[in-house]
C-alpha cells in the first residue's frame, strides 16, 4: 500500500522551528502565520517578566543546515546565500524588524542576524540589487542570557533607527547654537526665572542628547527634566518651571556628553555604517568625517 510521505524539507523545517522555539523564554509569544512565501516564518511577541503582553512584535526568517561549515579563513563567520534580493528589499522595508535565525540541526545550535543593519553596513553591495548574501556571526548566538541580552538589544536598535537619524540631523545641526546656548547660560544669577522659549530649547536639547547616549551605550547621569524643574519650584516657588540654578546645572552636564556623542556619531557614520552613510547622505558624511577629536571642524 503506497502512503504519502514527508519530504525532507518539511522534516527540517519541523526540527528548526522546534528547536528555535527551545532557545528563547516560555512566556514568550510565537505567532506562527498562514502565508510563508513571502519571507516572513512567524513572529515573535515579546512578554515581559511580569507575564504582561507587551505588543513588541519581532519577525523571523527561518533556515536550517544540516551542518554549519565555519569559514576556515573568518572562523566566526558563516555565509547565508542564495536569497532572492526581493526578499531583501522586502525585509529591509518592513515595518517591523526582521531577523534571519539559522538553525544548526547537528548542534542544535541558533544564529541570528538583524537584517536591517547587515544591510545598512554593506549597503553598497546592497545598492548593486543582485546577489546579496548575509554573513552570520557565531558569536550572534540565541543561547542563554547573554544572546538573549544581545538578540533584544539588536531588535530595539532596529526599532528605534529612524528616530535616530533625525536625531543625529538635529545633533549637529544645532551643535553650534547650543555652545552659544551653554556660553550664554552658564554662571548667571540662579534665582531667576527661566522664560519658555529658553526653557524649550534647552528640554529640546535634553531629549536629543539623551536619546543619543542611549543609542551609543553612553552613561546618562542626568535626572529627569522634571525633576529638574520639581527642584527648581521647590526652592525658588512655581512662577517659572525652571530657574537659572538648575538650567546651569542641566546645560553643564549636557556639555560634558556632547563631544563623547559626536565622537560616537562620528564612527556610526564614518565607520561602522560608512557605505550607508555614502550613499544616502554625502553631505552629512562629509561633514561628520572633518570632526576632530577635540570636537572642532577641519577645513570645513
Known amino acids: 500500500m503506497k502512503l504519502p510521505k514527508r519530504v525532507e524539507q518539511h522534516i527540517s523545517e519541523t526540527a528548526s522551528f522546534k528547536i528555535f522555539s527551545s532557545k528563547i523564554p516560555d512566556n514568550w509569544i510565537i505567532r506562527d502565520i498562514t502565508e510563508r512565501d513571502y519571507g516572513i516564518d512567524c513572529y515573535i511577541e515579546l512578554v515581559n517578566t511580569n507575564n504582561e503582553l507587551t505588543g513588541e512584535l519581532i519577525s523571523i526568517q527561518l533556515k536550517s543546515r544540516q551542518n554549519i561549515d565555519w569559514n576556515v579563513?573568518?572562523?566566526t563567520k558563516w555565509t547565508l546565500s542564495g536569497i532572492d534580493i526581493s526578499?531583501?528589499?522586502?525585509?529591509?522595508?518592513?515595518?517591523?524588524p526582521v531577523f534571519i535565525c539559522v538553525v544548526?540541526?547537528?548542534t542544535k545550535e541558533v544564529f541570528f542576524q538583524n537584517v536591517r543593519q547587515y544591510i545598512k553596513e554593506n549597503f553598497l553591495e546592497f545598492a548593486k540589487q543582485g546577489i546579496f548574501s548575509y554573513k552570520i556571526n557565531k558569536q550572534n548566538k540565541l543561547e542563554g542570557k547573554e544572546g538573549l541580552s544581545q538578540f533584544l538589544k539588536q531588535y530595539f536598535r532596529d526599532k528605534k533607527r529612524q528616530h535616530l537619524e533625525e536625531n543625529i540631523i538635529t545633533f549637529f545641526a544645532n551643535s553650534a547654537q547650543f555652545k552659544e546656548f551653554y556660553e550664554a547660560n552658564t554662571g548667571r544669577d540662579k534665582f531667576m526665572g527661566i522664560e519658555y522659549s529658553r526653557l524649550l530649547f534647552a528640554k529640546n536639547f535634553y531629549n536629543n542628547l539623551r536619546f543619543l547616549s542611549s543609542y551609543l551605550n553612553i552613561e546618562?547621569?542626568?535626572?529627569?527634566?522634571s525633576e529638574y524643574e520639581k527642584v527648581s519650584q521647590e526652592r525658588y516657588g512655581d512662577t517659572y518651571k525652571l530657574y537659572e540654578e538648575?538650567?546651569?546645572e542641566i546645560v553643564t552636564k549636557?556639555?560634558?556628553k556632547t563631544l563623547r556623542i559626536a565622537l560616537g556619531l562620528k564612527e556610526l557614520i564614518t565607520e561602522n555604517e560608512r557605505q550607508?552613510?555614502?550613499?544616502?547622505?554625502?553631505?552629512?558624511?562629509?561633514?561628520?568625517?572633518?570632526?576632530?577629536?577635540?570636537?572642532?571642524?577641519n577645513d570645513w
Not at 87 to 96: A, G
Not at 220 to 225: E, G, R, T, V
Not at 276 to 297: A, H, M, P, R
Request: proline letters at 2%; charged letters at 20%; glycine letters at 2%.
Open 104 to 106: 544548526d540541526l547537528d
Open 87 to 96: 526578499s531583501s528589499n522586502y525585509w529591509y522595508k518592513f515595518s517591523v
Open 254 to 256: 549636557l556639555n560634558e
Open 276 to 297: 550607508y552613510w555614502i550613499k544616502t547622505n554625502l553631505q552629512l558624511f562629509n561633514f561628520v568625517i572633518n570632526l576632530q577629536e577635540d570636537g572642532t571642524y
Open 220 to 225: 546618562w547621569n542626568l535626572l529627569k527634566f
Open 73 to 75: 579563513t573568518e572562523p
Open 246 to 248: 538648575q538650567l546651569d
